[in-house]
């Protein structure tokens, strides 16, 4: 029988389960729809201490990394800011060269003066949100095309936004839920010199690679730590040595009193996006088509990328950031598809499309208003080729191979040169467009390396879509090449300026229409785009049909269930999700502990592997066992833990709090068994991974010796 710890023993009792409800809730929304069960959970706080407009509160310490790429969270007065090791990953591999290799060495600035500025990073700071909802729906009405409602809700929004805005340097947004049948204003305050304060090691950062993402058990420090800077006056301010530590309004005490299973535990943060309202046939295509084209494509690049990775240090450095970015999302698809077929969701979604269906036609103003809902969005997906051809188009040719991407900002200057324009003036405009983020794109790019990425990608493309939906130059290498995209791509990377730094410059000092004419990489691109463009009209020609199908079973399925409290789903704004500390049952006869200790690194370790190295420093001070204060009762290191709060991608770096809004951890994955999770919310098998806080300590305490940091941090004892 499993082991219940009295709280949880106690929650069961209380609430007749021992799960939270699924559901990434809006902060502003808790008071009406949720604090009453968080309470009785063991929640210590009011919905006022969580969100407040006019007094400090927990939003105020949770900031959307990069626009909500990842989350991060404030935990010094200082403007001190934690996120998760792979949430900074871009900025240590920029920052990393073989003389300074921070990937692998890890980075610590003992004073603010070593501190790296970052070019572009942002964090934004939640101030309000508002329901707009009656002042957007009053101006629409069901005579409308989807097409002009669409059109008459960008233009009530942006009057919105404007009117929010002010004079204000805050920036303000309206985001649409539940399929556009609910909007509500955000305002917002962003800041742009954020620097860069510490890092493990990725050995220590990363352990466990591409083999445990996604996994559970796991062990590794995936954390990273920024500075938050304003301007003299505590307002945002582009990068400056006058800039000055961010005062933050709140920022989260840490708590190392530790974890047991079934404490209240909650997760604030900018979860990216979730299709849990999505219908069986919106679910059968992602794991026919989307899930598919991503795996088959990323599988090829990821291995090109892997096979050059492993040449030398330099090699290892300038693909790492690409590797990892497009790993992730490849090993995701592999197990989204695997967890939606092994929980059948296909089936749980076609039985509530009957029960919807059977309300529907009992009542003719219900058969009127929401009849065909389900037929438009049936209809929409029935041209299944384009799509595909758009999604593998997306994957194999645009975010493919680098040196369409980047010969296509010449169009400008083909155009400029076309029309005969000469005037310096503009010549130097759009030069220095090409020439931003020249340097930083040719630092990480080896021409060979993506010349077998382009080669392969092209062929996979070739191979598996239907030729009226190829590149034009497709035929160009059938009828010159005889179909051998290695001898084609080889060709056209010696005839193009786009893959060397040297040649490209050379163009721009003497820029002619007669080069980018005969640049092969450059006439590509143009024909990459140009069908991308195509596919997208062809393929959004049902855009409308769906979404209105989307937009009509949504509203009535609220309808045909009124007593459920509904949320909405992810779309990088800022959501709370509650739960516990919880472990479960992967498997039949299998129980998986809801933490893991330091010891699991020893027990993985394999010397000199990418994945599993264990650097010696680590494995000294884990043999010493001097956890200090960090201890568990048990004399342990716990690692890491999990809970079964609601999360997904966006909420990486997301904050982990207990009843008191105290920080526990940082959430930083899900786990296999519940891969479905974006579609379709499994309560038992469903669970948050998150890096234990006193193991963030100890690393940053113990392993780097960064103990001004931990100085000013509020540490609950």
Excluded at 153 to 166: D, P, Y
Excluded at 632 to 655: K, M, R, V
Aim: proline letters at 3%; a negative charge.
């Amino acid at each position: 029988m499993r082991r219940l710890s009295f709280l949880l023993l106690l929650t069961v009792l209380l609430l007749g389960r021992a799960v939270a409800d699924e559901g990434m809730w809006l902060p502003s929304l808790i008071n009406k729809l949720n604090v009453s069960e968080m309470q009785q959970m063991g929640l210590e706080l009011s919905a006022e201490d969580i969100y407040s407009i006019n007094n400090s509160s927990l939003k105020d310490a949770v900031v959307a990394l990069d626009r909500g790429s990842c989350t991060a969270e404030l935990i010094s007065k200082e403007g001190l800011l934690l996120t998760n090791h792979h949430c900074g990953y871009d900025e240590i591999q920029t920052h990393s060269s073989v003389d300074h290799d921070y990937l692998q060495d890890g980075f610590w600035a003992m004073t603010r003066e070593e501190e790296l500025p970052n070019p572009g990073k942002s964090v934004s700071f939640l101030v309000r949100i508002e329901d707009v909802t009656d002042k957007v729906l009053t101006e629409l009405n069901d005579d409308m095309t989807e097409e002009e409602r669409n059109r008459k809700i960008n233009s009530v929004t942006s009057e919105l936004e404007k009117e929010a805005k002010g004079e204000t340097h805050y920036e303000t947004y309206v985001r649409r839920f539940f399929n556009s049948n609910q909007f509500h204003l955000f305002v917002v305050e962003t800041f742009n010199d954020i620097r860069l304060v510490g890092a493990p090691p990725q050995a220590l950062g990363k352990f466990g690679g591409d083999t445990d993402n996604w996994m559970w058990p796991r062990h590794t420090a995936d954390f990273t730590l920024f500075r938050v800077y304003s301007g003299p006056d505590g307002k945002p301010a582009r990068f400056s040595e006058d800039n000055i530590p961010y005062s933050p309004k709140h920022f989260f005490p840490v708590s190392i009193n530790g974890i047991e299973e079934g404490d209240f535990a909650m997760v604030m943060g900018y979860p990216g996006r979730t299709n849990r309202y999505n219908t069986s046939y919106g679910v059968q295509y992602t794991m026919d088509v989307t899930n598919p084209v991503r795996v088959e494509v990323r599988e090829e690049k990821l291995r090109i990328i892997d096979q050059y990775m492993g040449s030398s240090q330099k090699a290892r450095i300038q693909y790492a950031s690409k590797y990892a970015s497009s790993s992730n999302y490849y090993k995701y698809s592999i197990g989204q598809n695997r967890g939606l077929e092994n929980l059948n969701v296909i089936g749980e979604k076609e039985a509530l499309e009957d029960e919807f269906t059977q309300w529907v036609n009992a009542d003719n103003n219900r058969r009127e208003k929401y009849g065909k809902a389900l037929n438009y969005i049936e209809e929409a997906y029935k041209d299944v080729e384009v799509k595909k051809a758009q999604e593998y188009m997306a994957e194999a040719m645009v975010r493919g191979p680098e040196i369409f991407m980047f010969a296509y900002r010449a169009l400008p200057v083909y155009r400029l040169l076309s029309d005969g324009e000469t005037r310096p003036e503009f010549q130097e405009m759009i030069k220095n467009r090409i020439t931003s983020g020249m340097d930083s794109h040719f630092k990480d790019y080896d021409a060979e390396t993506d010349m077998k990425v382009a080669a392969a990608l092209m062929k996979l493309y070739s191979e598996n879509i239907d030729p009226r939906y190829h590149p034009a130059f497709f035929a160009e290498v059938q009828k010159r090449y005889k179909g051998d995209f290695d001898k084609y791509t080889e060709k056209m990377f010696k005839k193009s300026v786009f893959d060397d730094q040297n040649e490209v410059n050379q163009f721009l000092d003497n820029m002619k229409l007669k080069t980018l004419e005969k640049d092969m990489a450059f006439q590509a691109a143009r024909d990459v785009f140009e069908k991308y463009r195509e596919l997208n009209d062809l393929a959004g020609q049902n855009n409308d049909l769906l979404d209105k199908g989307n937009r009509l079973f949504v509203a009535g399925l609220m309808e045909m269930q009124k007593d459920k409290n509904f949320y909405p789903d992810a779309n990088s704004t800022m959501r709370l999700t509650y739960g516990q500390v919880l472990d479960y049952e992967p498997r039949d006869g299998v129980i998986y502990k809801y933490y893991t200790t330091v010891d699991g690194y020893l027990e993985k370790e394999i010397p000199g592997d990418d994945e599993f190295h264990v650097p010696e420093r680590m494995k000294e001070l884990l043999l010493a066992r001097d956890f200090g204060r960090y201890a568990n009762d048990e004399g342990e290191l716990a690692a890491c833990f999990i809970t079964n709060n609601d999360i997904t991608g966006g909420n990486s770096g997301s904050p982990v709090l207990n009843a008191k809004g105290e920080l526990i951890g940082v959430a930083f994955d899900g786990n296999w068994e519940a891969m479905s999770g974006d579609i379709a919310f499994e309560p038992e098998l469903q669970r948050c991974i998150n890096v234990d806080i006193r193991f963030v300590l100890w690393v940053i305490d113990k392993y780097a010796g960064a103990t001004h940091l931990i100085d000013e941090m509020k540490v609950v004892e």
